[in-house]
C-alpha cells in the first residue's frame, strides 16, 4: 500500500514538475522584462541604445541615484531598432517600465500620443507642461493633459565635415539650390569625392533627406501645414512645395551629388564618408555632430540648414524636442518617478543632457548665445523662430514616413516617380 | 487508495476474456510495456497546444482586425485580405516569395545533386570536399547574409575586381539595383542551402547498389543513361525529401533579405515573410500583418501537405 501510495504521489509529482517547471521559467522571464517596481523609492527606466557609448539617460539617471540617496533606477537599455516594438510589448502585457524614453507625436511606435491614447500613459505635472517647445504642444498634449517630457531640442538638417570642405574647395555652404548643385559637380570634379552621402538603403536617412529639403518648400511657406493635411484640407499630391522637394532629390542625384553606390548604401557608408573625408555632408539629427566630432577629432563638423530653392527665400529649418520622457500608467512608483522626472526638468539637468546627446537644452533656447559652436550656422534660424517640428511627428501613422523614406530610394533607382511616392504617402496617411 | 485497487481488480477481471493466465500477461504487459498513461504527455501536450496552436489561432484571429499591436480593436471582417490584393507591393511580395521558393529549389537541387554524384564514389578528396560544401549549411544566415552584402557592395571585391581587368563599365550597385537585387538574394540562398541538397542526396546515394550501375554499364549504357534510368529512380525518395523541403524552407525566407536588402530597393525584394514583419512590428498595423502571415501560412501549408503526398507515394 505503501509502494502504491508512493507511486500515486509521484505520478502526480511527475505530472506537477513540469508545470511547476514552467510556471518558474515564465515568471522568471517577466520577472526579468523591467516591469513596474513596487519599492516606493525605486523605479525602473526603459531608453533606447545604438551605439556602445554611455546613454545620456544612464548619465543622468546615474546622476540622480547619486544625488538622492536610497533611490534605485532600475536601467533597462534597449536596442534602438527594436525600442519600439518592445516598449508596445511591454505596456501592451502591462510590465512596461516605470518610465521610458518616448517619441513627440504619433509618427513613431513609441510616440507620446499613440501611447497615451491607448491609456497606457500617466499625465504629468506642470513642470513637464512649461517644457513643451511652442507651437509643440499637439505633440505631448492630449486635452491639455501632458503626456510626454522634453528633454533636448534637436536640428534636422545638413552635418558639414568643414575640415573635408575646405580641402575639396568648399569654403562657406551653399545658400541656394543652384549654389548646391554647383558645389556638387566642383566636389565630384576634385575625383572620387562627393557634397553629400546618403544612406539610400536606410528609410530613416532618406526621410531625413526629404524632410530637410521639405522645410524650405513646404514648411516655410505653412508651417500649419500637417494640420492642414490632417483636416483633409490638402495632400501631399497636390502640394507643389512636396513636389519640388522629391524633384530636387532627383536633380541632385543627376549633379551627382551623393556618392557611388548611395541607392544601395546603408549607416556605415555615412560614417565612413562623413568621417574620412570622401563626403563633405550628411542628413540626420544634430546630436551626430558632437558623436562624429569625437569618432574624427581631426575634422570640425558644424550643422547647417539644406539652402532653400533661391536665395531670396527664407532660411527654414527643421527643430524640435526628438526625446522625452513619459510616465507608465501602471506603474507602482509614480511618485517616485514624478521626482526623477521634476529633477530631470530643471535647468542644470537639462543642460547636462543636451551637452551628452550633443544637442541643444530645452530650456532658455532664446538666450543661447551660440557663436562659436557647431550650431553657430543655424543660430539665425533659432534667434528668429524659423524652424517646425521635424514633419514625421504630426503624421497619424509611421507607414507614411516609410513611403516617403522608401519612395525617395524608388526616386533613386528610377523604380517610381515624384507623383508616385506622394500618392503613396497620400494613400498611407488615409489608411 | 486502498479501496481504489479493491474495486478496480474484479471490474477489469470481468471485462477480460483471457481468463487467469491471460489476465497475469496483461498485468506484466501493465508493468513493462505498458508503464505509462496518455495522460503523461498531457503536460507537453498542453504546452505544444499553448504555443504553437493557441498562439496561431489568435494570430489567425486578430487578422480579422485593425489592432495595430497596442490598444484597443475592432472587427473588419475581410478587410486586410482585400487591401493586400489590391496592393501591388503586396502581390509583388507573393512573385517574390514564389521566385524565391522555386528558383531556390531548382537551381539548389541540380547543383546539390551534381556535387552528391562527384563526391559519391570514386574521389579520393571526397570527405574533405563533403565538409567543405556542407560548412555553409551550419553556418547564421545572418552572418553569412552580411558577408555577401560586404562582397555586394559598390566599394566590394566584385566591382574591385570588374575595375582592375578594366571592366568598369560593368560595376553597379549590385543590391541598389531593382532589376539584380532579388537574384542576389537567390545567389546567397542557393550559396548556403546547396549544401543541405547534397547531404540528402549522398545519402540517397549510398542505397543504390554499385552492381546495378555496373550491370548496366557493361550493358553498354552510356553515362547518362545510367543517371536517368537507374540512379535517379533510386534515389526519387531523396529527391522528393529535398525539394519539399527546400519549397517550404524557401517560402519562410526571411534573415537573408532583412540582411542584404531591407526588402529594398523601393520593395523590389519583398516577401511575405518580410512583410508580415515590417506590418506587424514596425509599422504598427499588425491586424494586417497577421492577414498575411495567414496568407503565408496557408501557401507553407498546401506545399507541406504536398511534400506530405508525394512522401507517403514513394514509400508504398
Known amino acids: 500500500m505503501t509502494q502504491h501510495r508512493r507511486s500515486h504521489a509521484q505520478r502526480i509529482g511527475l505530472f506537477a514538475a513540469p508545470l511547476a517547471i514552467g510556471a518558474l521559467v515564465l515568471s522568471g522571464c517577466s520577472g526579468n522584462s523591467g516591469s513596474s517596481t513596487s519599492d516606493s523609492q525605486s523605479f525602473s527606466l526603459s531608453y533606447a541604445v545604438s551605439t556602445g557609448v554611455e546613454s545620456p539617460f544612464e548619465t543622468l539617471a546615474k546622476a540622480y541615484m547619486a544625488a538622492t540617496p536610497g533611490v534605485t533606477i532600475t536601467l533597462n537599455a534597449v536596442p534602438n531598432d527594436s525600442f519600439s516594438q518592445t516598449t508596445s510589448t511591454q505596456f ?11 517619441q513627440p507625436g504619433s509618427g513613431a511606435g513609441q510616440g507620446i500620443i499613440t501611447l497615451a491614447k491607448a491609456g497606457f500613459l500617466e499625465p504629468l505635472d506642470d513642470s513637464a507642461t512649461a517644457l513643451i517647445p511652442s507651437g509643440n504642444e499637439n505633440l505631448f498634449q492630449i486635452d491639455g493633459k501632458t503626456y510626454g517630457q522634453a528633454l533636448s531640442i534637436s536640428f534636422v538638417g545638413n552635418i558639414l565635415n568643414q575640415t573635408a570642405a575646405t580641402a575639396a574647395g568648399i569654403t562657406s555652404f551653399p545658400t541656394d539650390f543652384d549654389g548646391v548643385l554647383a558645389d556638387c559637380k566642383t566636389v565630384a570634379a576634385s575625383g572620387g569625392k562627393s557634397m553629400f552621402v546618403l544612406a539610400g538603403a536606410a528609410g530613416p536617412n532618406t526621410g531625413a533627406l526629404a524632410s530637410s529639403i521639405a522645410a524650405t518648400r513646404v514648411y516655410a511657406e505653412d508651417p500649419k501645414w500637417n494640420d492642414e493635411r490632417t483636416a483633409g484640407t490638402t495632400t501631399f499630391a497636390g502640394t507643389q512645395g512636396w513636389k519640388d522637394s522629391l524633384q530636387a532629390i532627383v536633380d541632385m542625384k543627376d549633379a551627382g551629388c551623393f556618392q557611388g553606390g548611395a541607392e544601395g548604401a546603408g549607416f556605415d557608408a555615412i560614417t565612413n564618408g562623413i568621417t574620412t573625408g570622401t563626403s563633405l555632408t550628411m542628413f540626420g539629427p544634430s546630436g551626430a555632430a558632437a558623436d562624429l566630432a569625437r569618432a574624427a577629432a581631426g575634422n570640425t563638423y558644424v550643422v547647417e540648414a539644406f539652402p532653400p530653392a533661391t536665395s531670396s527665400d527664407k532660411a527654414f529649418g527643421l527643430a524640435s524636442a526628438n526625446y522625452s520622457l513619459s510616465l507608465n500608467a501602471a506603474s507602482k512608483s509614480k511618485d517616485a518617478a514624478k521626482k526623477f522626472l521634476e529633477w530631470m526638468a530643471q535647468p542644470a539637468q537639462s543642460k547636462q543632457f543636451a551637452d551628452a546627446q550633443g544637442s541643444l537644452p530645452v530650456t532658455g533656447l532664446d538666450d543661447l548665445d ?30 507614411v514616413y516609410d513611403a516617403l523614406g522608401t519612395g525617395v530610394q524608388g526616386l533613386l533607382t528610377g523604380q517610381t516617380t515624384v507623383d508616385g511616392v506622394l500618392a503613396s504617402m497620400d494613400t498611407a496617411w488615409d489608411q | 487508495m486502498h479501496s481504489d485497487t479493491k474495486t478496480t481488480k474484479p471490474a477489469r477481471a470481468h471485462r477480460g476474456a483471457p481468463g487467469p493466465e491471460g489476465l497475469s500477461r496483461a498485468r506484466r504487459a501493465r508493468g513493462v510495456v505498458g508503464f505509462g498513461h496518455w495522460w503523461w504527455a498531457l503536460p507537453g501536450v498542453l504546452v505544444v497546444l499553448a504555443i504553437h496552436y493557441v498562439a496561431t489561432g489568435v494570430g489567425g484571429f486578430f487578422a480579422f482586425t485593425d489592432w495595430t499591436g497596442i490598444g484597443s480593436f475592432q472587427l473588419v471582417g475581410l478587410e486586410n485580405f482585400q487591401k493586400i490584393l489590391a496592393d501591388p507591393t503586396k502581390v509583388l511580395a507573393l512573385g517574390n516569395t514564389l521566385l524565391l521558393a522555386f528558383g531556390s529549389v531548382v537551381i539548389v537541387n541540380i547543383i546539390g545533386l551534381a556535387i552528391a554524384l562527384a563526391l559519391n564514389r570514386t574521389l579520393k578528396t571526397r570527405y574533405v570536399l563533403r565538409v567543405l560544401f556542407f560548412m555553409p549549411v551550419v553556418l547564421s544566415p545572418l552572418a553569412v547574409s552580411y558577408i555577401w552584402k560586404f562582397i555586394f557592395d559598390y566599394n566590394g571585391p566584385i566591382n574591385a575586381i570588374l575595375k582592375s581587368v578594366g571592366l568598369e563599365s560593368w560595376q553597379k550597385t549590385w543590391l541598389g539595383d531593382p532589376s539584380f537585387a532579388i537574384w542576389a538574394v537567390l545567389i546567397v540562398i542557393v550559396w548556403q542551402q546547396t549544401g543541405f541538397a547534397m547531404v540528402i542526396y549522398l545519402a540517397g546515394l549510398a542505397g543504390v547498389p554499385v552492381e546495378v550501375e555496373e550491370a548496366a554499364a557493361i550493358d553498354g549504357t552510356t553515362l547518362w543513361q545510367r543517371f536517368r534510368h537507374v540512379t535517379l529512380p533510386a534515389i526519387r525518395p531523396a529527391v522528393a525529401i529535398s525539394t519539399t523541403l527546400g519549397i517550404v524552407n524557401g517560402l519562410r525566407v526571411f534573415d537573408q533579405i532583412m540582411a542584404l536588402t531591407n526588402g529594398g530597393p523601393a520593395g523590389a525584394t519583398e516577401t511575405l515573410a518580410t512583410q508580415v514583419y515590417k506590418q506587424a512590428f514596425s509599422l504598427a498595423n499588425f491586424g494586417y500583418g497577421a492577414a498575411l502571415a495567414l496568407i503565408l501560412s496557408a501557401i507553407i501549408l498546401v506545399f507541406a501537405v504536398i511534400q506530405q503526398r508525394v512522401t507517403r507515394g514513394t514509400e508504398s
Do not use: C, H, M, R
Request: aromatic letters at 12%; charged letters at 15%; a negative charge.
Open chain 1, 92 to 102: 501592451q502585457a502591462g510590465n512596461g517600465s516605470d518610465v521610458i524614453e518616448s
Open chain 1, 370 to 399: 551660440l557663436t562659436g559652436t557647431n550650431y553657430e550656422p543655424v543660430a539665425d534660424i533659432f534667434k528668429n523662430d524659423a524652424y517646425v517640428a521635424f514633419p514625421n511627428t504630426g503624421w497619424p501613422n509611421s507607414s
